[in-house]
T-cell receptor, first 113, second 114 residues
Framework: GQNIDQPTEMTATEGAIVQINCTYQ??????LFWYQQHAGEAPTFLSY????GLEEKGRFSSFLSRSKGYSYLLLKELQMKDSASYLC??????????????FGTGTQLKVEL | DSGVTQTPKHLITATGQRVTLRCSPR?????VYWYQQSLDQGLQFLIH???????AKGNILERFSAQQFPDLHSELNLSSLELGDSALYFC?????????????FGPGTRLTVL
């Protein structure tokens, strides 16, 4: 089966940097996504990694190591509006073809003054 | 506004009933995905359609079915509803076929089963 682990909660200070980790065990790995979700709202896409390395997008960066089954999302210059749940999702290729997506339970980030 | 629309926004119904949730993807997007989000289960992928064809099934119950029509809008049908089906149902769309394309989520339909 697919297993994704992320911390349940994290707290950080405005202006600081925070790293949210995600580890996964999956067969047929075919990419990893990060989403941001504010309470009561729809998820919004942040990043996608399919190859090892770092993808940078403004204040957000995402890293992937396929050999370690590990990814992290790095948020810089934290703002209060970054308080949200961050979801790690693994895309995997199922036997017989086609892709599926499995989400982690999310990391609730609280940004404080 | 993501450009993905979902109706209705809220739905309250009773156990044993059947409901239909509707989704219109962004203009130009061929893929539609359905997700269920409940408090105890997190976000669960249900099903994916690409240009009218079913591409992948996730944790979708047999009581649930979906289809994508020629105009690319999609409907998710939930029947024999149970209390545990109460959740937020999201639809998302993307240009491609579950590639690294960014998925755009609709605002969701909140279903309450009493």
């Amino acid at each position: 089966g697919q297993n994704i682990d992320q911390p349940t909660e994290m707290t950080a200070t405005e202006g600081a940097i925070v790293q949210i980790n995600c580890t996964y065990q999956t067969s047929g790995f075919n990419g990893l996504f990060w989403y941001q979700q504010h309470a009561g709202e729809a998820p919004t896409f942040l990043s996608y990694n399919v190859l090892d390395g770092l993808e940078e997008k403004g204040r957000f960066s995402s890293f992937l190591s396929r050999s370690k089954g590990y990814s992290y999302l790095l948020l810089k210059e934290l703002q209060m509006k970054d308080s949200a749940s961050y979801l790690c999702a693994v895309r995997w290729r199922k036997t017989g073809g086609g892709n599926k997506l499995t989400f982690g339970t999310g990391t609730q980030l609280k940004v404080e003054l | 506004d993501s450009g993905v629309t979902q109706t209705p926004k809220h739905l309250i119904t009773a156990t044993g009933q059947r409901v239909t949730l509707r989704c219109s993807p962004r203009s130009g997007d061929l893929s539609v995905y359905w997700y269920q989000q409940s408090l105890d289960q997190g976000l669960q992928f249900l099903i994916h359609y690409y240009n009218g064809e079913e591409r992948a099934k996730g944790n979708i119950l047999e009581r649930f079915s979906a289809q994508q029509f020629p105009d690319l809008h999609s409907e998710l049908n939930l029947s024999s509803l149970e209390l545990g089906d109460s959740a937020l149902y999201f639809c998302a769309s993307s240009v491609g076929d579950f590639t690294g394309d960014e998925q755009f989520f609709g605002p969701g339909t909140r279903l309450t089963v009493l």
